[in-house]
Structures are given as C-alpha cells and as structure tokens.
C-alpha cells in the first residue's frame, strides 16, 4: 500500500510471448484508474502467486527447466520483489499457492501431476523448504478431459484446521487435516456432480459456507462446511451461463464480497464476470447480471482492498480490466479496458 488512495497489486502470467513474469501494478482509487504497471521479477511462467498476511512475502508457482515447484520474494514497502529461493521437483509445475495466517506452510497444488504439497516456511527469511507431504490423487471423471486426476486448489478452511483441496479431474472435494510439521492426512472427501469439473473455492465470511466454481459445467456450487470434523455437505447448483447461450466455456475464478452478500464467478468463453446475491441466512445464490470482460478468456479477478473495485484479467487477449463496484447492489460498472498485460492469469493485491 502507498497510501490510502493507491493499492499495489501484483500479476501472475504465462511467459509466453512477451511477457517476462511477474508484473506489478497501481490502482489509483480517486481516480479509478490502473496505473505504473512493470515487470516486478522475471521467472518462467508464475502463473498463479499469493501474499503473506503481513505482506511481506510473495509465493509463486514457478518453472525452471524440466522442474517446477514455488518460489519466494521479499516484498519491499514500495512493492519491489527481491528473490529468496525457490524449491521444485522434476515435473510441471503447480497451478496454484496459498498461505496459512502465520506464514508457517506453503500448500501448492499440480494439475498435470493431481497432487497436493505442503512445504514449510523458515520464518527468519521467508524461504521456502522442501515438501514434508506429497499426496497423489487417485481415479477420474466421465469427460475426456478428466482422463486423470487434476488438482486445482488448495486453501484452508477459515478455522486454518483443515486444507481444502479441489479435485477437477475426479469431481471431489477432498478435506485433509494439517498437522504439526504441515503433513497432510485426509479426513473427507465429497463426491460432486459427475463430469462438472470442480475448480476454485471460496468460503463465506461466516466460516460455515462455501463456493466451488465448476470448469466444465460453468455452475457455483454452494456448500455447508462442518467445521467440527472438516466435512462438506451440497446445497445448491447454480447455473453461471445464460440458458441460451451454448457455445464453449470453462468456468474460471470465484470470489465473494467480505459483507457476503455478494459472489462473483468467471466465465471464459462467454467472456464475463456472473454476479449473484447470497442469501443472508442459507448462503444460497440467486442470480443478478453478467458483466462482460472487454476481453478474451478471463482466466482471474479480485475486488480491490476498498472493494469498491474489481480487476480482471484477459489471459488470451493480453488485457485488465478495471470495475467500478456497487456495494449496495453488487453491479460492476467499466471504467479501464485498455490496460495492456501480456497472458495475465492471477491477481493478488497487498492487504489492508
């Protein structure tokens, strides 16, 4: 953060083309306007990156050569990345980090591998180590694409008791407990709706729902979260694509307001962000709008610290997209479409 007025934001992309790796940028709130957008450190393809609650540190997926794994910078108070480590094994690399609270454990997970890691974190300088758990999933699903399992996510559940892990390739969400040194033992596991490709979660800010946005069927499924034992139970499916519309598309991210009232999905493909009222008891979703991206395959988008914004990003068109957001209504208004990044994937900014 600069100041109240100006949020620092980073970017994670695919290095293809032109891109050099992690950019980082500026939204300037007065203005509504992104700005001072640069080349914050080069690595081969960080396509997804996530931030320490103290924002000290960044941790990236990275590739380097035939290996992937993460990879850690120290974050300045201007928001300059300096490289720390990085630590990988033979393979692709993961498609997406996340942190707990205390900066203690790193959860990566590997679509192309349908794993699930846990490293631990030095917490004199914010390295990475080695992996005290690597659990490969099992099995598949009925679309072709599903010929193996593939890993999507894994965050922790709000009580930071359990990792919740969503499995594309096998239709489940799998709950593992997280033990002392960060080892990983599963402790449930719900099976989804055959084929609908499960892929990113959210959890409500009561800690006891929670949203999957699906990749093959385009739905938000919404779920109860037991936070007694770490099980999950089904509530609702949710279309996020208009009842006509039939051409191809993968659902992508999910986000939820911090007030609850309002869930956010992405469509790629249809090319827009799905917004939705939660209702304040159920947690069940009734649809409001689509909002169109200005651009192609919206791989990522966040609301901004204030949440008077969102940002979204254009992975095929090379593109960010900047939202006014209405915090009585949930509706998004265009402001900013001309923001050139090439192949964005992810976007994270620093914490309030």
Known sequence: MINTQKFIGFIGTYTKGESKGIYSFTLDTNKGKIEDIHVAAELENPTYVTIS????YLYSVAKDGNSGGVAAF??????????INSEGS????????SVDSQNRFVFSTNYHKGSVESQPINQDNGSVRPSVSVIKHEGRGPDPRQEKPHTHYAGLTPDEKYLAVVELGIDALITYEIGAEGELTEVSRLPLKAGSGPRHLAFHPNGTIAYIMTEFSSEVIVLTYHPENGHFTEKQYISTLPEDFKENNQGSAIHISRDGRFVYAGN???NSIAVFRADILSGELSFIEHTSTEGDWPRDFTLDPTEKFIVASNQESSNLVLFARDAASGRLTLLQSDITVPHPVCIKFLKI
């Not at 609650?53 to 000290?56: G, T």
């Not at 033979?90 to 980090?97: L, R």
Request: hydrophobic fraction near 15%; charged fraction near 15%.
């Open 268 to 270: 790629r493909g249809h």
């Open 74 to 83: 120290s974050i300045s108070g201007t928001g300059e990345l300096t490289a």
């Open 90 to 97: 033979e393979g692709s690399p993961p498609c997406h980090v």
């Open 53 to 56: 609650n103290d924002n000290q």
